[in-house]
Every structure is written in structure tokens, then in C-alpha cells.
């Protein structure tokens, strides 16, 4: 024990007589916690549309600004010509057409009914996708609307109707940051844990101290521990300095037990830790580590569901998942912010993160070799 307290020692001096790992630690999560949300955000607004006006009655110009004041919808041409709005979508100046055909008051009067063309700049696709469900919802309510008002009359026959209410369960006022803030949080720890230790390894192979070390009678155990605990600790700061920032920034408190995040990083640390003491066992230089992290840190957050939900996925995208150790921990931080989930809820994925910490950890110590 006396040999792996010297060998913490030597590694906390390394650490803080490094600027750049404490600005890594202190400063990054603080400003990646702050530009990510606001940066990453799904909600489309401020879509851009083309009007084209066949019938300039007033039912169509009320239609419009029924779709201008939503918030979602900017106009940027209301004309009678086909061609000015198709050279507003070439220059990336309209998202979408609404086309209202001429006499279509009149048609709707007589048969109950009139068409409405919509042309969609698919490019965005998922601009354009959301765009066009923005604008086809706020039709429906049009028309819904109108028809309310046009029952009294005789020749429109009184339909039943259904109203429905809903609630928003965890998520009451549909936050997009109350979603996004607490995986970015999971990704931060992540890239300090299998990042740093990566590098902090593969930085003694190539100034030449892993070879004094593999001449001493350090057994490998406590040299893997010995590299392992202090990044688990600065993993432990950065997941505090997240909730503090989620909290004072976002007013993000998490419902559930706070100690149940603690109890979760700390068995994903050690798998994390595992990998980057795994990667750094086969790399020789840092820039072959960075490579290596930088890939697998790219599969952790593309399938790790912290923008796109695992269920939406093919089934081979999550068969990967479940070898991802981040998609589990983004998770977990979600279920014990925004629900309130105990023990018992997070207990599963809390065995999985178990299995991967012995594995990966397991594999790195017989992984390393002492050479004289």
C-alpha cells in the first residue's frame, strides 16, 4: 500500500503541475456546458415562407397571418407569380411554398372543401420535415376554426368532435435543455476519463519514464491503480462542476437522489478509465491514442442516444448501443434528473456498467507488460 500511496502522490504533482489538464478539468466544462445547449436544439423556428396568393380574399390573408403570428414561420414573399417564390427557395431565401389557388374562398363555401399546395426545400431534411409538420398542424387548426364558426349554418352539418387534453409528464414546459444538459454533462466526464488517461500513459512511453518504471519492483496492479484513481477523481469534479453549472446556469435540479449519480459515475469512471488504460496499453504515441479516443468517442455520442433516442434506431445501430457504456450512463442522468427514478429503476443498467468496468480493466492489467 506504502507503493501505491508514493505512486498517487507522483501522479496528483504530475496533474497539477500541468496547466493544460486543470484548464481541461476546470474550464472546458464550464464553457461546453454553456455553448452546447444553446447551440444544440432541435426546435425549428423561424422557418422561412413563400406565400403565393391566387384569390387575395380574406380568408387567405387571415390564413396567413394565422401562420405568421405562431412565432415558427417568417414570411419573405407574398406574391401572385409562381417564379418569384421558386427563386426565393434557389437563394436560400424561402423554406417552404404555400400555394392558395385562385377562388379558393369560393370553392371552400360551395364544396366544403379547397386544396393547398405545399413545396418543401428538402435539402434540411429535418428542417424541412419539421417545417412542414409546423405548417400543415397550424392549417388543420384553421380549418378547425372556421369550420366552428361556419356550424350555424344550415347546409354545414353538425359532426361530433373530439377534445382532447394532455399533460407533460417530467418535462412540464417541453425544455429542450432539460433533455440536452444532463448528456452533455455524461459526454464531458467521459472525454476526461478516456482521454486523459490515454494521453497521460502514452506521454511516460515517449519521454522515456515507463521504462524506469518497468525496472522497479512496482507490480503492474498497483501501477494501473496508480494511474486510475486520480482521473477518477477529476472525473468526479467534472461531473460536480456540471450539476453546479446545470444548476446556476439552467436551473436544472435533479429530482431524484443526487447520490445516485455518484454511485453511477463511480462504477462508469472505472469503465471508462479501463478503456483509456486499455487504448493507451496498444498505442505507442499520443497522437495514436487521441486517434483512437477520438473514434470511439465519436460511436459514444453518435449511438449513444444523446441526440437521437436509441429506439429510433435501426435494430444493428442498437445492437451497438448496448456495448456503449455512455448511452447507458446518458440514461441513467436523465432518469434520476427529470423523473426522480431510485435505485430500483437504475439498478439494471448499474449491473451492465459493473460487467464493463471488471472487462475492460481486467483486459487492460493483462494487457500491460513489464519490460526490463
Given at each position: 500500500?506504502?507503493?501505491?500511496?508514493?505512486?498517487?502522490?507522483?501522479?496528483?504533482?504530475?496533474?497539477?503541475?500541468?496547466?493544460?489538464?486543470?484548464?481541461?478539468?476546470?474550464?472546458?466544462?464550464?464553457?461546453?456546458l454553456?455553448?452546447?445547449?444553446?447551440?444544440?436544439?432541435?426546435?425549428?423556428?423561424d422557418?422561412?415562407?413563400?406565400?403565393?396568393?391566387?384569390?387575395?380574399?380574406?380568408?387567405?390573408?387571415?390564413?396567413?397571418?394565422?401562420?405568421?403570428?405562431?412565432?415558427?414561420?417568417?414570411?419573405?414573399?407574398?406574391?401572385?407569380?409562381?417564379?418569384?417564390?421558386?427563386?426565393?427557395?434557389?437563394?436560400?431565401?424561402?423554406?417552404i411554398?404555400?400555394?392558395?389557388?385562385?377562388?379558393?374562398?369560393?370553392?371552400?363555401?360551395?364544396?366544403?372543401?379547397?386544396?393547398?399546395?405545399?413545396?418543401?426545400n428538402?435539402?434540411?431534411?429535418?428542417?424541412?420535415?419539421?417545417?412542414?409538420?409546423?405548417?400543415?398542424?397550424?392549417?388543420?387548426?384553421?380549418?378547425?376554426?372556421?369550420?366552428?364558426?361556419?356550424?350555424?349554418?344550415?347546409?354545414?352539418?353538425?359532426?361530433?368532435?373530439?377534445?382532447?387534453?394532455?399533460?407533460?409528464?417530467?418535462?412540464?414546459?417541453?425544455?429542450?435543455?432539460?433533455?440536452?444538459?444532463?448528456?452533455i454533462?455524461?459526454?464531458?466526464?467521459?472525454?476526461?476519463?478516456?482521454?486523459?488517461?490515454?494521453?497521460?500513459?502514452?506521454?511516460?512511453?515517449?519521454?522515456?519514464?515507463?521504462?524506469?518504471?518497468?525496472?522497479?519492483?512496482?507490480?503492474?496492479?498497483?501501477?494501473?491503480?496508480?494511474?486510475?484513481?486520480?482521473?477518477?477523481?477529476?472525473?468526479?469534479?467534472?461531473?460536480?462542476?456540471?450539476?453546479?453549472?446545470?444548476?446556476?446556469?439552467?436551473g436544472?435540479?435533479?429530482?431524484?437522489?443526487?447520490?445516485?449519480?455518484?454511485?453511477?459515475s463511480?462504477?462508469?469512471?472505472?469503465?471508462?478509465?479501463?478503456?483509456?488504460?486499455?487504448?493507451?496499453?496498444?498505442?505507442?504515441?499520443?497522437?495514436?491514442?487521441?486517434?483512437?479516443?477520438?473514434?470511439?468517442?465519436?460511436?459514444?455520442?453518435?449511438?449513444?442516444?444523446?441526440?437521437?433516442?436509441?429506439?429510433?434506431?435501426?435494430?444493428?445501430?442498437?445492437?451497438?448501443?448496448?456495448?456503449?457504456?455512455?448511452?447507458?450512463?446518458?440514461?441513467?442522468?436523465?432518469m434520476?434528473?427529470?423523473?426522480?427514478s431510485?435505485?430500483?429503476?437504475?439498478?439494471?443498467?448499474?449491473?451492465?456498467?459493473?460487467?464493463?468496468?471488471?472487462?475492460?480493466?481486467?483486459?487492460?492489467?493483462?494487457?500491460?507488460?513489464?519490460?526490463?
Amino acid at each position: 500500500m506504502r507503493v501505491l500511496r508514493f505512486l498517487l502522490e507522483k501522479e496528483f504533482r504530475q496533474i497539477f503541475r500541468d496547466p493544460a489538464i486543470l484548464r481541461l478539468m476546470l474550464i472546458m466544462p464550464v464553457i461546453q456546458l454553456i455553448l452546447l445547449p444553446l447551440a444544440a436544439n432541435y426546435e425549428v423556428k423561424d422557418v422561412l415562407i413563400a406565400v403565393i396568393d391566387h384569390d387575395h380574399s380574406t380568408l387567405s390573408r387571415r390564413m396567413v397571418e394565422k401562420i405568421t403570428s405562431s412565432g415558427y414561420f417568417t414570411l419573405t414573399g407574398y406574391t401572385s407569380r409562381n417564379e418569384e417564390a421558386l427563386n426565393l427557395v434557389e437563394k436560400d431565401k424561402a423554406d417552404i411554398i404555400l400555394e392558395i389557388p385562385a377562388h379558393f374562398e369560393a370553392t371552400l363555401l360551395r364544396e366544403e372543401e379547397a386544396p393547398l399546395m405545399l413545396s418543401v426545400n428538402a435539402v434540411n431534411g429535418t428542417r424541412a420535415n419539421l417545417g412542414a409538420g409546423y405548417l400543415t398542424s397550424i392549417l388543420q387548426s384553421f380549418n378547425q376554426q372556421i369550420r366552428q364558426q361556419w356550424l350555424r349554418l344550415p347546409r354545414m352539418p353538425d359532426q361530433p368532435q373530439i377534445e382532447v387534453t394532455y399533460t407533460n409528464w417530467f418535462n412540464p414546459l417541453m425544455n429542450y435543455r432539460q433533455f440536452m444538459v444532463p448528456g452533455i454533462i455524461v459526454i464531458l466526464v467521459t472525454m476526461v476519463g478516456s482521454f486523459l488517461t490515454a494521453l497521460n500513459i502514452v506521454k511516460e512511453k515517449e519521454v522515456g519514464t515507463m521504462e524506469q518504471i518497468n525496472v522497479t519492483p512496482v507490480k503492474k496492479q498497483y501501477f494501473i491503480l496508480g494511474k486510475l484513481i486520480p482521473f477518477w477523481v477529476m472525473g468526479q469534479i467534472v461531473l460536480t462542476i456540471g450539476l453546479v453549472v446545470a444548476r446556476i446556469v439552467y436551473g436544472i435540479i435533479p429530482v431524484g437522489n443526487i447520490g445516485l449519480l455518484y454511485l453511477f459515475s463511480s462504477v462508469f469512471l472505472l469503465a471508462i478509465l479501463g478503456l483509456g488504460l486499455l487504448i493507451s496499453t496498444y498505442a505507442q504515441t499520443q497522437q495514436q491514442a487521441m486517434l483512437i479516443a477520438f473514434f470511439l468517442m465519436m460511436i459514444f455520442i453518435l449511438l449513444g442516444g444523446l441526440y437521437t433516442p436509441v429506439e429510433s434506431m435501426p435494430p444493428w445501430a442498437q445492437t451497438i448501443t448496448r456495448f456503449n457504456p455512455v448511452s447507458y450512463f446518458i440514461e441513467v442522468v436523465r432518469m434520476v434528473v427529470m423523473k426522480g427514478s431510485g435505485f430500483s429503476d437504475i439498478s439494471r443498467q448499474l449491473g451492465i456498467m459493473g460487467v464493463f468496468a471488471v472487462v475492460l480493466n481486467v483486459w487492460a492489467i493483462l494487457n500491460y507488460h513489464k519490460r526490463a
